[in-house]
């Protein structure tokens, strides 16, 4: 996760409203293999309180996300 002062300032969103989805400058996106367990998952829709939910497929294929373990048991 990025700091969020960073994230805030590199996206341009809101943190609590930073989305994967429509950024004007594209960053790196990393998805948990264990998402692709799931037929759906809930991102932000680009401010808070506004969600978009996807399938962690199609939410790869818009954002050119790589998929790796990320989560620690």
Not at 29 to 46: K, P, Q, W
Request: with cysteine; aromatic share 2%; proline share 4%.
């Amino acid at each position: 996760m990025a700091d969020p002062a960073v994230a805030q300032r590199r996206t341009g969103y809101v943190v609590g409203g930073i989305s994967p989805l429509g950024q004007t400058t594209s960053h790196r996106l990393f998805i948990d293999s264990a998402c692709l367990d799931h037929e759906t998952m809930i991102v932000s829709g680009g401010r808070r309180g506004l969600s978009v939910e996807l399938s962690p497929l199609d939410l790869v294929e818009l954002t050119d996300a790589e998929v790796t373990d990320l989560a620690q048991v």
